[in-house]
T-cell receptor, first 111, second 115 residues
Framework: GNSVTQMEGPVTLSEEAFLTINCTYTATGYPSLFWYVQYPGEGLQLLLKATKADDKGSNKGFEATYRKETTSFHLEKGSVQVSDSAVYFCALDTGGFKTIFGAGTRLFVKA | DVKVTQSSRYLVKRTGEKVFLECVQDMDHENMFWYRQDPGLGLRLIYFSYDVKMKEKGDIPEGYSVSREKKERFSLILESASTNQTSMYLC??????????????FGPGTRLTVL
């Protein structure tokens, strides 16, 4: 069946550090891949997405590339800020109404 | 911007009570979803609806029911609340259409505590 595995947190970084959150997936067909972010006290919101292999999604300095050969969609940011502290969810959607979410990775950024 | 609102941010109920959680979206989306979010487990789908009066079970429907009488409103019902239903409940909507892969838009969540 379809599944998403992302690195366990929490991840703690200092401001301006480089961020990588790993995400790998298992899916039949050709899924779309998403990163959602949940700031404290809020619901999830879309951060970026990619709909086909080799696509790169980007938003707010975050990037992720859809790698079909390694079934991965790792999230990266070159220089994190305190305001990036949140929980990040990797997700996939194969078009069958159901989106599969990873368990989430909590990021703490220290000033 | 899509707005998804939920009737309460925090709710405290007693074991055995009937609980209603309401969700409203304002963008004419076809699909609506109810998830529960628990630490370490991510989001688990309870029920979803792809049209008015249509509903489908998700991964953990036991102990829950839903109602969608109008396109913009999707209600989650706990017939007899139990302590293991203490959780964060998230509602979401998406544009819809067969075979589409859709961005989901989430409400702020309702943190339910059952005593």
């Amino acid at each position: 069946g379809n599944s998403v595995t992302q690195m366990e947190g929490p991840v703690t970084l200092s401001e301006e550090a480089f961020l990588t959150i790993n995400c790998t997936y298992t899916a039949t067909g050709y899924p779309s891949l998403f990163w959602y972010v949940q700031y404290p006290g809020e619901g999830l919101q879309l951060l970026l997405k990619a709909t086909k292999a080799d696509d790169k999604g980007s938003n707010k300095g975050f990037e992720a590339t859809y790698r079909k050969e390694t079934t991965s969609f790792h999230l990266e940011k070159g220089s994190v800020q305190v305001s990036d502290s949140a929980v990040y969810f990797c997700a996939l959607d194969t078009g069958g109404f159901k989106t599969i979410f990873g368990a989430g990775t909590r990021l703490f950024v220290k000033a | 911007d899509v707005k998804v609102t939920q009737s309460s941010r925090y709710l405290v109920k007693r074991t055995g009570e009937k609980v209603f959680l309401e969700c409203v979206q304002d963008m004419d989306h076809e699909n609506m979803f109810w998830y529960r979010q628990d630490p370490g487990l991510g989001l688990r789908l309870i029920y979803f609806s792809y049209d008015v009066k249509m509903k489908e079970k998700g991964d953990i429907p036991e102990g829950y029911s839903v109602s969608r009488e109008k396109k913009e409103r999707f209600s989650l019902i706990l017939e007899s609340a139990s302590t293991n239903q203490t959780s964060m409940y998230l509602c979401a909507s998406s544009l819809g259409g067969s075979g589409r892969t859709d961005t989901q838009y989430f409400g702020p969540g309702t943190r339910l505590t059952v005593l």
